[in-house]
């Protein structure tokens, strides 16, 4: 492996880790993603980093599959003057779950856009969280205030009383 290859490999194990949505709304250290996909390709031209085949890529107790997953990242000059990668967007296709100690969300493709710390679900949509189950065509969720909203089609809901 080139020297290259393994800074933008540690860079996007990074800027994933800096990115993940349960990393918005706790104040600890980001925990560790540890990422398996069948076949990992950089392309640092287009500062793109694309994991296909089987991803699975977890972090603390938070899990995402996918068939694919692409990560857009950019560098960004900190206050002391050096330069650091972050991830701008992720854009996982194909039986996408997405799990986190209180809900699983499905969907055919998710993004997540990191500066905005806005998540969008599409395709045949489903949310479970504990005994209430949404479904649709589309679900946005704006992690900065918990706000999420299920469109497209006729959106339906099950809930038990408690």
Do not use: C, H
Not at 107 to 117: I, K, L, P, S, T
Request: glycine content about 8%; hydrophobic content about 40%.
């Amino acid at each position: 492996m080139t020297d290259s290859l393994k800074m933008a490999t540690a860079a996007v194990l990074f800027m994933l880790a800096a990115a993940w949505p349960a990393a918005a709304q706790t104040a600890k250290p980001p925990a560790p993603v540890n990422i398996e996909a069948n076949e990992m390709e950089i392309i640092d031209a287009d500062k793109k980093a694309i994991f296909r085949g089987n991803v699975d890529a977890t972090r603390g107790d938070t899990n995402l599959k996918s068939d694919d997953l692409t990560v857009l990242y950019a560098d960004v000059k900190q206050p002391d003057g050096t330069t650091k990668t972050d991830a701008t967007k992720l854009d996982a296709k194909g039986n996408v779950t997405i799990k986190t100690p209180r809900e699983t969300i499905t969907g055919d493709w998710a993004r997540f856009d990191v500066q905005a710390n806005k998540l969008v679900v599409g395709g045949n949509v489903k949310l479970v969280q504990g005994s209430t189950v949404l479904t649709g065509k589309e679900l946005n969720a704006d992690l900065n205030t918990d706000k999420i909203q299920m469109t497209g089609g006729r959106v339906k809901g099950s809930f038990l009383p408690k």
